[in-house]
């Protein structure tokens, strides 16, 4: 069972590998601006503030949560190509939100089967989830044979990511029949009394800092290509520094584990803001390839550290039969209210100042989110009920 779902993992993946490094690139060359840049991608999260949470909660309520997983991959399979013929930014604008709508919820309802699997079977999600890098890295290898040598290339030039992307997103829908089923509370109606726990001050306190935290790596998501683009990186290689990144992303998830074991799960949350600091910082540094690619190393921080440590957070103070609602709400509030207003921000920003100033800036916020783990996230007990956390 554990290879089923590191094969799903692998293909839940691998067609955000193919999108997202080169989706904003797609429409910089399409001639929208750096505002329009931000909009855009803060659309996506927006949607992600409230879609992820009502298809959770659905995925909770009725039956086995495979179906609404299967139902979100197929959707946002069949939404995405349409966006290759967005020529208007109001088009793009409208193409972004309807598919925003399917393509996030899917990981976090794959997160809450793959939490109800692990205590049955042992394990750690870390070495699961790891396929999903490996997902994330296979497509940025293949893009840099298939795409062009050189930069400033037309947008025609990536139409090929739109492809890809609904080819493996329905790939990924046929591998949820290999998963074990997965039911949720089933109920007519929501238990306030669980649910209560995510207005409590623990729970408030790892969301602020996780805001923070996707705040200020926004500003890398949405414009780390296009600055590539400006430093007369070619298409082809673009992809190789972000596969760099995956790379140290997924050696690290064979570690994380032994890394929250040895300094708790707040302390890897601090260690991953700190990485987090330094490599924006170091993105608004007059850069060379051999500093490029260290910063680019530390996504095992950024990103591993960071995603495992805060999820396993939230499967903690979240009652069982709610984690579909707990890590959907969780992605609402990162990579939906951060996001989104991190995406804006970053535009705005990058307009005014230029891209390393808004690189500098974001490490000022991620430090922020550095203070508010440090001082106000605590570590849960490894065997502790959520309810009583928050009591």
């Known amino acids: 069972m554990k290879t089923r779902f590191a094969v799903f993992y692998f293909l839940l993946f691998f067609p955000i590998g193919v999108s ?45 949560r495979r179906s609404t997983l299967g139902v979100l991959l197929v959707a946002s399979a069949l939404v995405f190509p349409w966006l290759m013929l967005a020529d208007d930014f109001g088009t793009a604008l409208s193409l972004t939100m309807v598919f925003s ?13 793959t939490f109800e699997y692990l205590p049955r079977a042992g394990g750690d999600y870390g070495r699961l989830r790891l396929w999903g890098s490996v ?56 238990d306030w009394r669980g649910a209560g726990v995510f207005a409590g001050p623990r729970f408030a306190a790892l969301a602020a800092t996780g805001v923070l935290a996707v705040v200020a790596m926004s500003s890398y998501y ?6 590539l683009d400006e430093l007369g990186i070619a298409d082809n290689a673009k992809g190789y520094f972000w596969a760099i990144a995956v790379a140290a992303e997924t050696g690290m998830m064979l570690f994380v584990g032994g890394l929250i074991g040895r300094i708790g799960l707040k302390w890897t949350l601090s260690v991953s803001l700190l990485g987090t600091v330094v490599r924006l910082f170091g993105l608004s540094l ?11 190393c530390l996504h095992a921080l950024t990103f591993t550290a960071f995603t495992v440590s805060s999820i396993t957070l939230v499967s903690r103070l979240t009652p069982p039969r709610l984690r579909a609602s707990g890590q959907t709400m969780w992605a609402a509030l990162t990579a939906g209210v951060g996001a989104a207003i991190g995406a804006k921000l970053a535009g705005l920003a990058a307009d005014t100042v230029g891209l390393p100033g808004m690189f500098r800036i974001f490490s000022v916020v991620a430090a922020g989110g550095l203070a508010v783990a440090v001082l106000l996230v605590r570590e849960p007990p490894p065997e502790a009920s959520p309810r009583a956390e928050d009591a």
């Open 135 to 190: 997902g994330f890295i296979v497509p940025l290898i293949a893009l840099g044979l298939v795409l062009q040598r050189s930069a400033g290339e037309t947008a025609a030039s990536l139409h090929v990511i739109f492809y890809g992307y609904t080819v493996s997103r329905l790939l990924s829908a046929c591998w949820v029949l290999a998963l074990p089923p997965s039911r949720g509370e089933g109920r007519g109606r929501l």
């Open 20 to 64: 997202a490094p080169y989706l904003m690139l797609f429409f910089d060359r399409k001639g929208f601006t750096d505002p329009q840049l931000g909009t855009l991608a803060a659309v996506a999260p927006l949607m992600n503030m409230a879609t992820p949470m009502i298809w959770g909660h659905l995925a909770d309520r009725f039956g086995d």
């Open 101 to 113: 709508a399917f393509a996030f919820a899917p990981v976090p309802i794959a997160d809450a089967i």
């Open 222 to 227: 949405v414009f780390f290509t296009i600055y």
């Open 286 to 296: 007059p850069l060379t390839t051999p500093l490029l690619v260290a910063l680019q």
